[in-house]
């Protein structure tokens, strides 16, 4: 098995069907909301009550990097 890295992602089931549905980087930022739901928290498997989803899902400085320069509010 091999990876190869391409310029441009890939198309999928989810951004064929519906491209506004789910962006590439929706799920980094909890403060730009999926079309349908908020994404300011979330309900981890196991757990009964949400909790406010943290940036970058709570990895913070470890993968900050890979977004350097984006506007994660415009590129979701």
């Known amino acids: 098995m091999r990876i190869r890295l391409v310029e441009n992602e890939p198309a999928t089931t989810w951004n064929l069907t519906n491209p506004r549905e789910y962006g590439f980087y929706s799920n980094v930022n909890p403060q730009v909301d999926h079309p349908r739901w908020s994404q300011a928290s979330e309900r981890?498997?196991?757990e009964f009550f949400k909790r406010k989803t943290l940036m970058f899902n709570g990895y913070?400085?470890?993968v900050a990097g890979m977004y350097g320069g984006m506007d994660l509010k415009k590129f979701h």
């Open 44 to 46: 981890r498997l196991g």
């Open 60 to 62: 913070g400085e470890q």
